[in-house]
């Protein structure tokens, strides 16, 4: 059964930071997977957010992510992670993981507040 987990949300203040990890499991080839991280806010549509090829090679932000958004991944451990520093309050959102073959994840809360 392909699976995608999502760990890591949490409430943070402004300006901090959170780091996503998403762990896929019975994938037969996820080493072979462009993965992305989209997000949803209350009340929003579904947003993209970042997009890593499947060797890592190419990557691609939304504007909303471009410098402070780090996406990375381990295919030894099935993971891909989302490293999100100099958080704003409107990245606030629910934060889903993608795979290339269609699978999401179940998200994981963010909420930036004070």
């Known amino acids: 059964q392909v699976q995608l987990v999502e760990s890591g949300g949490g409430l943070v203040h402004p300006g901090g930071s959170l780091r996503l990890s998403c762990a896929a499991s019975?994938?037969?080839?996820?080493?072979?997977?462009?993965m992305s991280w989209y997000r949803q806010a209350p009340g929003k549509e579904r947003e993209f957010v970042a997009y890593?090829?499947?060797?890592?090679?190419?990557?691609r932000y939304a504007e909303s992510a471009k410098g402070r958004f780090t996406i990375s991944r381990v295919n030894d451990k099935n993971t891909v992670y989302l490293q999100m520093n100099s958080l704003k309050p409107n990245d606030t959102a629910v934060y889903y993981c993608?795979?290339?073959?269609?699978?999401w994840g179940q998200g994981t809360q963010v909420t930036v507040g004070s």
């Open positions: 890593i090829t499947s060797n890592g090679g190419s990557i």
């Open positions: 993608h795979a290339q073959n269609g699978a």
């Open positions: 019975g994938f037969t080839f996820f080493s072979g997977l462009a």
